[in-house]
């Protein structure tokens, strides 16, 4: 086996310590970026819901307006049938 200059060696050695004294602040790095997105999506996921929760808070007022004003409606027909029935 050929001899290998001393500097080539300490070279490549550098470069080993360097990639492993980094990967702890890469690893930290990879799950901070990982948590925020997880975080972002969470808050996504809760707009949403709070949309479609408004939407059927709306959906349900409409209905009961609708069922107020039609009482009256309602009230006048049964009348109405009475009436026509008594008159039979």
Do not use: W
């Not at 500097?7 to 602040?25: R, Y």
């Not at 690893?27 to 970026?33: E, F, K, P, R, S």
Request: charged share 10%; net charge negative.
């Amino acid at each position: 086996m050929p001899a290998v200059a001393e500097q080539v060696t300490d070279a490549v050695t550098q470069a080993n310590v360097k990639v492993v004294a980094e990967a702890p602040a890469m690893a930290m790095g990879t799950l901070y970026q990982s948590l925020a997105h997880s975080t972002g999506m969470m808050f996504e996921n809760s707009v949403n819901a709070q949309n479609q929760q408004n939407t059927l808070s709306q959906a349900a007022t409409t209905q009961g307006v609708m069922q107020i004003y039609s009482v009256d409606t309602l009230s006048d027909a049964i009348s109405v049938a009475q009436i026509i029935a008594a008159n039979r």
